[in-house]
């Protein structure tokens, strides 16, 4: 009879980085398939999934092969390339409730510590738990948008008002943040990716924390 034993951490941040790249993929598959554009918020979302699918499918395999230089490398870059996106979407002082803002820088600089820890540890778990808490903030995000498209909560005006996106510098299409364009089950995209990522990351945390 075979024995039961946990997920090593390293498969666990592999499938986790391939859920979010799958996200990701679907995401940009309604987008230039469904030609469905993407809101200001629904750039939100996708910044998340792109960090933990860059930790599970880049990071780890440098990591396996003990290039720990090279992945600090990749995890800097990418580090600034998301602290440029949450800055260019004004993704913390974007929103008129604070609260939502506030989620939001502690769960990016929590998944920053969580990663600097596990580089300065080498310890493969935190970054596990790094990847985990990016999908948690992406979902989030999902989730707070969901609010905003059944009127339960306020969002950002600049894509809740009949006018042009915050964030761009050139005039485009405006895409509504509080307007479904898309639905299946009566639940629109955000909602799918709220509990999609929720799932993800309930699924990794519970294998990371099982005891063999």
């Given at each position: 009879m075979m024995s039961r034993t946990s997920l090593p951490a390293e498969r666990i941040l592999l499938?986790?980085?391939?859920?979010?790249?799958?996200?990701?993929?679907?995401?940009l598959g309604f987008q230039y398939l469904g030609g469905l554009p993407p809101c200001e918020m629904c750039h939100w979302q996708r910044w998340p999934h792109i960090g933990a699918a860059l930790l599970g499918l880049v990071v780890a395999p440098l990591w396996r092969k003990n290039l720990f230089g090279m992945a600090a490398i990749v995890i800097a870059l990418a580090a600034a390339v998301g602290l440029a996106a949450i800055y260019e979407w004004n993704m913390v002082i974007g929103l008129p409730p604070p609260l939502l803002g506030a989620v939001i820088a502690i769960l990016v600089c929590a998944a920053i510590g969580l990663t600097g820890a596990a580089l300065w540890n080498r310890d493969l778990r935190l970054l596990t738990m790094a990847a985990i808490t990016l999908v948690l903030l992406s979902g989030l995000i999902g989730a707070y948008q969901t609010g905003m498209q059944w009127h339960l909560l306020p969002g950002p005006s600049a894509c809740t008002a009949p006018r042009y996106v915050m964030g761009?510098?050139?005039?485009?299409?405006?895409?509504?943040?509080?307007?479904?364009t898309w639905f299946f089950l009566g639940l629109a995209l955000p909602a799918w990716n709220a509990i999609l990522s929720f799932a993800i990351a309930a699924a990794a945390a519970f294998a990371l924390t099982r005891r063999a």
């Open positions: 499938l986790t980085g391939l859920s979010s790249f799958a996200l990701i993929a679907g995401a761009s510098h050139a005039p485009a299409p405006v895409v509504r943040c509080d307007v479904m």
